[in-house]
């Protein structure tokens, strides 16, 4: 089965630096598309960055210059570094991804469980 698992979340203080990962795992013959979420307690979630297949990416204002998204296709992973961190970022992070997996014949879109990341003084 296809897995996404991201890692790297945890508390930080305003204006302080993280990182997270997400690693796609399972047979799967190509991913495109891949994406970070984000969901504060109580609010929808929301869209972050989106980044295709040849590294292409795409930010909300709200995060723009702030957070870069990569990917590294041989490890099957993306990133997202985080700086100037405030307390409005705190939320549950999600990684996505548009997939196919190797023994499908149809394009899925797959969700981690999420990490926590707060940012408090």
């Known amino acids: 089965q296809v897995q996404l698992v991201e890692s790297g979340g945890g508390l930080v203080h305003p204006g302080g630096s993280l990182r997270l990962s997400c690693v796609a795992s399972?047979?799967?013959?190509?991913?495109?598309?891949m994406r970070w979420f984000r969901q504060p307690p109580g609010k929808q979630r929301e869209l972050l960055a989106t980044?295709?297949?040849?590294?292409?990416?795409k930010y909300v204002e709200s995060v723009k210059g702030r957070f870069t998204i990569t990917r590294d296709n041989a490890k099957r992973t993306i990133y997202l570094q985080m700086d100037s961190l405030e307390p409005e970022d705190t939320a549950r992070y999600y990684c996505?991804?548009?997939?196919?997996?190797?023994?499908?014949?149809?394009?899925?879109?797959?969700w981690g469980q999420g990490t926590q990341v707060t940012v408090s003084s």
């Open positions: 980044i295709t297949n040849g590294g292409s990416a």
């Open positions: 996505n991804a548009d997939l196919d997996p190797v023994d499908s014949h149809y394009e899925e879109e797959h």
């Open positions: 399972g047979n799967i013959l190509n991913i495109y598309d």
